[in-house]
């Protein structure tokens, strides 16, 4: 059977690779959708007012995701950049082919479950197109696909827009938590990955994942849900559903900003299922910071309370975080300061 679930044809069983043990399935369980988590909308608070600063500091304060509706991107763009995603994968399998590997140096990879799918157990029911897009350097640029022919151009107007969207919710967080202008700014977001999943159909949504229950070890991402449902959040011990709402964007702030705000924040524990009749594709944007920057507790959270984290580099996090499985609490552990 070829790797790429994307290139499977008329699935009547989940093949036994993807079949997880009993007590990592989803299960039978219906898992309804969150009443409670926070949607905001920007539409009057473009400066952004009071309001906006109070709603998103509580949501990332209380969930560690919420909703953003009118948040500035253009609809017409949203939908061109989803249409363009979903056709890639509609692609021939000759031709993605061409862009499969499990190398995480290579700027732009395609590929099926995770980077470790040959060592893996259990394999997640996702193929998984990766690529930078920020700086929209030509050599980038490059290396995404050709096709659909108007891949390159939609996707890289999306970037920019999602990329000022997410700068100002980070200028949002920075008034809220009283830093000063600019903290976030720089080798903090000096990089951006564009992060496409594509799910087909599952046989049997019971018996395997569309992506494992994590946090996002990064400083801050969004995701564009389809109106296809899937993503859920771990909250007060039940999986709970986060609601495809059109045009809205979905943000999570990463682990970085959980230590940044000295645990005043929360990185919200997340999933992906699978769905039986319909197939699923969703845009996740990461915002990263530079390898070698150090990370810490904002000195101005800190002047009053003790720091809860140590000063790291972000590479010595994150090879911690793939090293460890992760698993975020565990990693967190290695750089805390108090219990």
């Not at 007012?49 to 609809?75: R, T």
């Not at 002047?303 to 499985?325: I, N, W």
Request: proline share 7%; with cysteine.
């Amino acid at each position: 059977m070829d790797v790429l679930i994307s290139n499977w044809k008329n699935v009547e069983s989940v093949p036994e690779s993807f079949v997880f043990p009993p007590h990592r399935r989803p299960g039978n369980i219906v898992v309804p959708m969150s009443k409670d988590i926070p949607v905001i909308d920007l539409k009057y608070c473009r400066n952004p007012g009071v309001e906006a600063i109070q709603q998103i500091l509580k949501a990332s304060q209380e969930f560690g995701i919420f909703q953003v509706i009118n948040h500035g991107v253009s609809e017409s763009l949203m939908n061109e950049a989803m249409d363009v995603c979903k056709d890639f994968f509609d692609m021939p399998g000759e031709y993605k082919a061409g862009f499969y590997s499990n190398d995480p140096i290579k700027s732009c990879r395609l590929y099926t479950s995770t980077l470790n799918y040959d060592k893996e157990e259990f394999h997640y029911w996702r193929d998984n197109l990766t690529h930078r897009c920020h700086p929209l350097h030509e050599d980038h640029i490059l290396s995404w696909p050709d096709k659909p022919a108007t891949y390159r151009e939609t996707v890289g107007a999306y970037s920019v827009q999602i990329r000022k969207f997410l700068l100002n919710i980070l200028d949002i967080l920075c008034q809220g938590l009283g830093l000063e202008d600019g903290y976030f700014e720089g080798e903090l977001t000096e990089n951006q990955l564009m992060s496409i999943n594509h799910h087909i159909p599952c046989p049997d949504p019971s018996l395997t994942l569309a992506m494992p229950e994590h946090c996002d070890p990064n400083l801050i991402s969004m995701l564009q849900q389809c109106d296809v449902p899937g993503l859920e959040i771990y909250k007060d011990g039940q999986w709970t559903g986060v609601e495809p709402i059109p045009n809205a964007i979905v943000v999570i702030p990463g682990l970085q900003l959980r230590v940044i705000s000295n645990e005043k924040f929360k990185s919200a524990i997340h999933r992906v299922v699978t769905n039986s009749k319909e197939p699923r594709t969703t845009i996740g944007m990461f915002v990263i910071p530079s390898n070698n920057i150090v990370i810490e507790p904002a000195r101005n959270i800190t002047r009053d309370v003790p720091a809860v984290y140590t000063s790291y580099l972000y590479k010595d996090f994150f090879s911690t975080f793939t090293g460890k499985g992760c698993e975020a609490e565990t990693v967190l552990k290695c750089f805390r300061l108090v219990d």
